[in-house]
């Protein structure tokens, strides 16, 4: 079925008929010729359009021009006032002082002009004459500014370049006398370059009555006019400058005095010769050896490196296939401070600690497991959930299932007992973590604590004393004497002072007695608790501080008579202001 319109489909025919090409000639003639009327047609359309273009254009350039003629009418009265204007400035220039007669003479035109003034008589432009005649300004900054160029100018002047000028000079005058001998020799020619001359001011500037401007006050030489100078910008001196020179001239002096006495020396002893000991060849220094000592031993004594082997006799008897290690040497230096602490966290930050660590490693354990490297775990069953678990399986069979779930079970405490027992530390092990624990680095500080006991009869205080001690790594010494105070010196850590000080102010029940005591005691009126003067017994602490290093070997119990062995016992320790202290000391004293 055809959807087009009759008028589209009469045009496709004729479209159709149209794109039929002639087959004769004579056809073709008659077309060429009616495609030629149509362009001539199209071209005399064209001209008459461009003609009639062409006179609009042309009466709109009529217009404009009478509407620039009426205005020009009406401003010809300001374009005669400008004519004026400029005419006068005219006049007025050409009457100014700067332009010589020579240009305004009217005598002197038309072949008989000179020359320009603004140029030389060689044809080229005159640059100082061009210079003169702008007005120079009057402030004072250009006119310094103008002396300093001067100035900067004539000290530039080398003096050959002085008597390269002067020579040109003469030879200029030489010149100018050759080509007219009627010009007098009088003028002297002078051959000096020429230098500026400060002239002193008439006696008349200083007369105070005569010069109002004048101030005594001020130097002579400040009223002269001067240069401007930059600014100085401060310069520091670098610290240690001063002194360094200090040690220089030290240096250079006990080095004269020095060679003063051997000079003496060397003159005294009748040998005249003159010593210079700052030149190396006073220095004597040894010849490099043929053979190191080092080399010595797989060389041989006559044996040079040239011709070394390691067949030789001599590398034979010292190579072997053993390696020795040397025995590091601490540098002799000062350790420096401590170390820094760990931090010490809270229980809940160890906590949270603890939960962020299993549950990094548990991901890491998934990671694994999805991409193939570890196999899946197996779920964990126990007999309160193997039926949530297993589901149909437990009911099939919850005899077997029950069997399996058991046997997991013991599999799983026995992995964890083979764990315990592989981490456990031995008795060893565990004694070492203990003393680590105590042991402190007392190399830097050390810290002290002097305590002084009413009575130490009793052996169950003794032995606490002393054991308490050697378990925490402390030194010092506990000297006891029959009638009198004990004093008990202990140097450590500040953890183990610190343990130390709680068992003997708080721990220790001093007022306990032996029961040999309380029974022999019975029948005597004094209490439980008090020593044979009847004083109740205790424990004080004297003094505790820090000291630099430690001043005993060990921690020892002595026991001593008098207070002169006590005395002996510190004084080998340099210890003995410790019972100075404790003699001295009274309860009103804290």
């Not at 240069?227 to 040690?247: H, L, S, T």
């Not at 000079?263 to 053979?291: F, H, W, Y």
Request: glycine share 4%.
């Amino acid at each position: 079925m055809n959807k087009r319109p009759p008028s589209e489909l009469a045009d496709g025919a004729s479209k159709k008929a149209k794109t039929d090409l002639p087959i004769d000639k004579d056809q073709i003639a008659q077309l060429i010729a009616e495609k030629r009327r149509e362009i001539a047609a199209k071209m005399a359309a064209m001209s008459k359009s461009s003609a009639a273009a062409m006179n609009s254009n042309a009466a709109v350039a009529a217009a404009q021009q009478r509407a620039q003629s009426n205005v020009a009418g009406l401003a010809k009265s300001d374009i005669q006032r400008r004519m004026d204007e400029v005419a006068q400035r005219i006049k007025n220039t050409m009457q100014s002082p700067n332009i010589p007669a020579s240009i305004t003479d009217p005598t002197k035109k038309g072949l008989k002009m000179e020359v320009h003034p603004l140029f030389d008589k060689s044809g080229a432009v005159d640059v100082d004459s061009i210079k003169s005649m702008f007005t120079k300004s009057n402030f004072s900054t250009t006119k310094a500014n103008q002396r300093a160029a001067v100035a900067t100018t004539k000290d530039a002047i080398t003096p050959a370049a002085a008597a390269a000028a002067a020579a040109a000079r003469v030879m200029e005058k030489e010149a100018i006398k050759n080509k007219d001998p009627n010009i007098p020799d009088s003028e002297p020619i002078d051959t000096k370059p020429k230098t500026l001359e400060l002239i002193e001011p008439p006696s008349d500037f200083f007369d105070p009555m005569k010069n109002p401007y004048f101030d005594p006050k001020i130097a002579a030489r400040a009223s002269m006019p001067k240069q401007r100078m930059a600014g100085k910008a401060f310069k520091f001196i670098q610290k240690g400058k001063f002194v360094d020179q200090a040690n220089k001239i030290r240096q250079a002096a006990v080095l004269e005095k020095l060679k003063a006495d051997i000079a003496a020396n060397v003159k005294k002893s009748g040998m005249a010769v003159e010593l210079d000991m700052v030149s190396d060849l006073c220095v004597r220094r040894e010849p490099p050896p043929a053979v190191e000592w080092w080399d010595a031993p797989l060389l041989g004594p006559e044996l040079p490196y040239d011709s070394f082997t390691l067949a030789s006799e001599h590398a034979a008897n010292v190579l072997s296939d053993l390696i020795q290690h040397p025995v590091p040497i601490q540098p002799p230096a000062d350790l420096g401070p401590p170390p820094p602490k760990p931090l010490m966290l809270t229980k809940q930050e160890r906590k949270k600690l603890r939960r962020q660590r299993r549950l990094e490693a548990q991901k890491e354990k998934r990671d694994k497991i999805r991409i193939g490297l570890l196999p899946p775990d197996q779920p964990k069953v126990k007999l309160s959930n193997f039926t949530r678990v297993l589901g149909v399986e437990a009911v099939q069979d919850p005899t077997k299932i029950e069997a399996l779930v058991r046997a997991q079970m013991r599999q799983r405490q026995l992995k964890h007992d083979k764990y315990i027992a592989e981490n456990k530390l031995t008795a060893e092990q565990r004694r070492e973590r203990t003393r680590l624990k105590l042991v402190e680095n007392t190399h830097v500080l050390v810290e002290a604590a002097v305590f002084k006991i009413k009575s130490l009869k009793r052996p169950q205080h003794r032995f606490k004393v002393d054991v308490n001690a050697q378990q925490l790594f402390l030194s010092g010494a506990c000297l006891m004497q029959p009638r009198g105070d004990c004093l008990v010196v202990v140097e450590g850590g500040n953890r183990g002072i610190k343990q130390y000080k709680k068992l003997m102010m708080r721990r220790i029940d001093w007022s306990e007695k032996a029961e040999d005591d309380e029974e022999e005691e019975g029948g005597r009126a004094g209490g439980a608790g008090e020593d044979d003067d009847g004083e109740p017994n205790e424990c004080i602490l004297i003094w505790e501080g820090k000291i630099k290093k430690r001043l005993f070997n060990g921690f020892k119990v002595m026991e001593c008579r008098t207070e002169r062995e006590i005395k002996d016992v510190l004084e080998k320790a340099s210890a003995s202001h410790y019972w100075d202290a404790s003699k001295h000391y009274t309860a009103e004293s804290l």
